[in-house]
């Protein structure tokens, strides 16, 4: 037996999703048109909001918060969550897909707007990719097209109330059109960069595109 019964479990996991990645699970090979249809091919509608995480859940004081933002920027940031929140923030509703094959429609978010952000830290022309660093170690990156959308937000309210700790409160990143992996839970760092880093599940088989509609689900 492993002297550590969480951390077996947490490997069983990232082992099983892993392997996913390798079989294609979930894989119709087919695409959908947004513009027809809600749901991407191969997901299902859930009504709750199940967690999913590298299964540590990491405490995050809510006064001791900073997020930062640096790399290829004009200004470096370091924003405490009222500092944050007064860049200006928005209301938005969106779906979420995960890639574990469940939807679930109409999320009520509040939160600052990525574009908010970009503007704020003077992201110059060079940068290209963005690379989301969280308090649990995980990482994931997009490239700046994909961030830079007016649905992309860093959300700390979802249906009128603080995002609890399991689903990465106090702030997240919400990048509503890609799947849920792209949509860092405890944010703590927001790199800029020219060139592309790929993340934790990208390093393990996991699309670097993501794009729930053209089923990007492992690359
Ligand atoms: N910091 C952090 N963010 C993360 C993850 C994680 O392990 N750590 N998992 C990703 C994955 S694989 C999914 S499916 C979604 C799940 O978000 P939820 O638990 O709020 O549903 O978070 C994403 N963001
Ligand atoms: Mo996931």
Redesign the pocket.
């Known amino acids: 037996m492993p002297d550590d019964p969480d951390a077996a479990k947490r490997d069983k996991l990232l082992a099983r999703?892993a392997e996913w990645a390798e079989a294609g699970r979930g894989l119709t090979g087919t695409h959908a048109d947004p513009a027809r249809d809600r749901l991407p091919p191969g997901q299902h509608l859930t009504r709750d909001?199940?967690?999913?995480?590298?299964?540590e859940q990491?405490d995050v004081d809510v006064h001791a918060y900073r997020l930062h933002v640096d790399g290829t920027v004009e200004r470096r940031l370091e924003l405490s969550l009222p500092a944050l929140l007064a860049l200006g923030q928005t209301d938005s509703v969106s779906d979420?897909h995960?890639?574990?094959t469940w939807s679930r429609y109409d999320n009520h978010w509040r939160g600052v707007p990525a574009r908010t952000l970009i503007e704020a830290a003077g992201v110059l022309p060079d940068a290209r990719h963005v690379i989301l660093h969280?308090?649990?170690?995980?990482t994931?990156n997009m490239r700046l097209d994909q961030f830079d959308q007016p649905d992309v937000l860093l959300v700390h309210e979802w249906e009128g109330q603080p995002i609890t700790r399991?689903?990465?409160g106090p702030v997240?990143v919400l990048v509503p059109r890609l799947?849920?992996?792209?949509?860092?839970?405890?944010?703590r760092r927001i790199q800029f960069a020219p060139a592309d880093h790929k993340g934790?599940?990208e390093t393990r088989g996991y699309s670097n595109n993501a794009d729930p509609w053209a089923e990007e689900r492992y690359s």
Do not use: E, I, N
């Open positions: 999703k909001w199940p967690v999913l995480d590298l299964g990491p979420m995960c890639v574990t969280s308090h649990d170690g995980y994931t399991q689903h990465g997240r799947y849920l992996w792209k949509s860092a839970k405890w944010v934790f599940w």
